[in-house]
C-alpha cells in the first residue's frame, strides 16, 4: 500500500511547480559553476558547500509544507483501507525522492555535459549527490515530525526553519564559543562526539573525507580522518546518518499512530 | 454483523468528549446519532473508523477489536461531515484513485446518473459548489458494496431533489442488511428513515430506542419538540 500513497504523492509533487524551480536552480548552478571554472574538483567542492546547506532548508520547507497542504489528501486516505504507517511513510517517500530527483538531475545533467566520466571526479561527485540525498530525507523527515507535532501552521513552519537555522548555523556557532571557553581541556573526543549530532556537518565531513583534501578538513575533519582513519571514518559518518534518516522516520510512524484527525 | 462499542472515553487536551460510551448495533439498519454541536458525534464515528484514538475502550466489529487497526475500513463507506478533497483532481482522478485504492469492484456510474454528475466529472475539485462537492462525497460513499455505512451529515447543502435521491439510496441499502450510522440536524430524514436514535448528551448516551419511544418518554408530539425538551 505504501506504494500507492508513494506513486500518488509523488505524481502530485511532479506536477507541482516547486519541483521544477528547484530542478533548473541545481541546472543553472551546474551549469553556472562549470562555466566558471572548468576545474570540476574545485566546482565540486564549491557545490558542497551549497549543497550542504541549501538541501537541507529545501527539504525542510517542502517537508513542512507538503504536509500542511495534503491534508485533504491525507483524510481521504485515512478513511480508506490503509495502515496509518503506509500513509505517512508513502507521502514521506513522495517528498524524499521527488526533491532528490530534482538535486541529482539538476546537477548530473551539466556535470555530463562537461564530461564527468572522463574525469576522474566522478567518485567525489557521486559522494556529494549521495550526501544531498541523505540530507533531504533527514530533514524531511524533521521537519514532517514537527508538522505532526504542531496542528498550527505557522508554529509549525516557524519551529521547523528554526530547526534547520540550528543545526546549519547556531550549532556551529554554540561548538566553536565551547572550543574557546573549554581551551584548556582536551576536547577532542567532545569534537567527535558533538560532530556525529549534526548531520550537515557529518555530511561534510563525509565528502571532504572522500575528496582527500587535508587542508580543508578542518578541526573537526582532520580530528576524524586521524582518529579512524579514511575508511573508518567514512563508514562511521555513513552510519551515523542512516541512523540520522532511520530515527526520525520510526518517530514519524509513532506520532502519526498516536495522532487526532 | 455486529458493532459493539464498550466504554469509550475520548478526551481532546482537558476537553471530555466522551465519558464511557457502551452501544451495540446488533443487526442491519440505520441508526441515527443525534445531539447537539459539539456533543461528540462526529467524534465516536471517527473512533469507529479508527481516525480518532481514544483514551479507553475498545470497538469490536464481529468479536474483533478494530480500534488501532485498519483492515474493517474495507468494509465501511464512510462520508465525511466536511468534504475536504485534493483540489487540484478531477471529479473521475479522484474516482478512479478511491477505486485504485480499495481494489473492489465499484459501481459509480448508477451513482453519476442519479445525482446528474456527468456534467461535472472532467472539472477539478477546486471548482464545485459546495452541494455538487457533497455528491462527489456520496458517489465516494457509495459506489462500494460495504456492510457498514458511517454517513456524517450526509445530506449537507443538498438541493430537494438530491436530498429525495439520498434518502432513496440510503433506503436501498438498509433493505441490503448493512448498518447504517446516520449523523444529522434535519429531523425530518430521522423520522422517516431511523431504526433507532441514539441520543449523545454531555458525553454519555442520554437515550437509545425508537422515535415512538423517545416522543412516549418525553410525553411530547413529536421529535422536534422532544429534543427541544431534552436540550432546554
Ligand atoms: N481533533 C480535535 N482536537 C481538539 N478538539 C476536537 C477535535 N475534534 C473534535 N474536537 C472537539 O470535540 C468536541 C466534539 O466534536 P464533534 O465534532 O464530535 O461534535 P459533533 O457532535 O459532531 O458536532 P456537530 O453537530 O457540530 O457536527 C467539540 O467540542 C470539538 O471542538
Ligand atoms: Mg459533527
Redesign the pocket.
Given at each position: 500500500m505504501i506504494s500507492k500513497v508513494l506513486k500518488y504523492s509523488f505524481s502530485d509533487l511532479i506536477r507541482s511547480r516547486w519541483s521544477y524551480v528547484y530542478l533548473v536552480f541545481y541546472l543553472v548552478l551546474g551549469f553556472t559553476l562549470l562555466f566558471l571554472n572548468t576545474n570540476l574538483s574545485k566546482a565540486i567542492i564549491t557545490l558542497m558547500n551549497i549543497v550542504v546547506i541549501l538541501t537541507p532548508l529545501i527539504g525542510t520547507i517542502f517537508g513542512v509544507m507538503y504536509y500542511y497542504n495534503s491534508r485533504e489528501f491525507t483524510e481521504l486516505l485515512l478513511a480508506q483501507p490503509i495502515k496509518r504507517s503506509s500513509i505517512f511513510l508513502g507521502q514521506y517517500l513522495g517528498i524524499s525522492l521527488s526533491l532528490t530527483i530534482s538535486l541529482v538531475a539538476g546537477l548530473g545533467i551539466p556535470f555530463l555535459i562537461y564530461g564527468l566520466f572522463q574525469s576522474s571526479v566522478i567518485l567525489d561527485f557521486i559522494m556529494l549527490l549521495l550526501s544531498g540525498a541523505f540530507l533531504t530525507f533527514i530533514f524531511v523527515a524533521l521537519s514532517v515530525n514537527i508538522a505532526l507535532l504542531n496542528?498550527n501552521k505557522i508554529k509549525g513552519f516557524g519551529y521547523a526553519i528554526l530547526m534547520w537555522l540550528f543545526f546549519a548555523v547556531i550549532y556551529d556557532g554554540i561548538f566553536l564559543i565551547s572550543l574557546v571557553l573549554f581551551d584548556d581541556y582536551p576536547l577532542d573526543q567532545f569534537t567527535l562526539v558533538a560532530s556525529l549530532f549534526n548531520p550537515i556537518d557529518l555530511s561534510r565531513i563525509m565528502i571532504l573525507l572522500k575528496l582527500d583534501i587535508s587542508a580543508l578538513l578542518g578541526y573537526t575533519g582532520a580530528l576524524f580522518q586521524k582518529f579512524f582513519g579514511t575508511y573508518l571514518g567514512s563508514f562511521i559518518s555513513f552510519g551515523t546518518l542512516l541512523l540520522w534518516v532511520i530515527i526520525p522516520v520510526s518517530l514519524m510512524t509513532r506520532f502519526s499512530n498516536k495522532k487526532?484527525? | 454483523m455486529v458493532i459493539s462499542i464498550s466504554n469509550i472515553t475520548k478526551k481532546?487536551?482537558n476537553?471530555t468528549?466522551l465519558k464511557g460510551i457502551n452501544f451495540d448495533l446488533d443487526r442491519g439498519g440505520i441508526f441515527a446519532v443525534l445531539?447537539?454541536?459539539?456533543?461528540?458525534?462526529?467524534?465516536?464515528?471517527?473512533i469507529i473508523l479508527g481516525m480518532?484514538i481514544p483514551q479507553s475502550g475498545e470497538v469490536m466489529i464481529d468479536g474483533k477489536v478494530v480500534n488501532k487497526s485498519w483492515g474493517h475500513r474495507k468494509g465501511i463507506g464512510y462520508l465525511p461531515?466536511i468534504a475536504r478533497f485534493p483540489d487540484n483532481l478531477t471529479v473521475n482522478e479522484l474516482i478512479s484513485m478511491i477505486k485504485d485504492i480499495r481494489q473492489m469492484p465499484a459501481e459509480e456510474k448508477v451513482l453519476i446518473e442519479k445525482f446528474g454528475m456527468e456534467p461535472f466529472l472532467n472539472q477539478k475539485l477546486s471548482n464545485l459548489s459546495g452541494g455538487t462537492r457533497q455528491k462527489v462525497n456520496i458517489i465516494l460513499t457509495f459506489m462500494f458494496d460495504s456492510p457498514i455505512l458511517i454517513l456524517?451529515?450526509p445530506t449537507a447543502g443538498l438541493d430537494p431533489l438530491s436530498l429525495v435521491r439520498l434518502k432513496e439510496l440510503i433506503q436501498q441499502e438498509k433493505e441490503k442488511g448493512k448498518i447504517i450510522l446516520i449523523?444529522t440536524?434535519i429531523l425530518n430524514l430521522v423520522e422517516s428513515l431511523a431504526d433507532e436514535i441514539i441520543f449523545?448528551l454531555e458525553g454519555d448516551i442520554y437515550f437509545k430506542g425508537s422515535v415512538q419511544e423517545l416522543t412516549k418518554k418525553t410525553g411530547m408530539n413529536d421529535l422536534e419538540h422532544s429534543i427541544a425538551r431534552i436540550l432546554e
Open positions: 496542528t487526532d484527525f | 481532546f487536551g476537553l468528549v445531539g447537539p454541536n459539539g456533543s461528540g458525534k462526529t467524534t465516536i464515528l471517527k480518532v461531515q456524517d451529515e449523523t440536524h449523545l
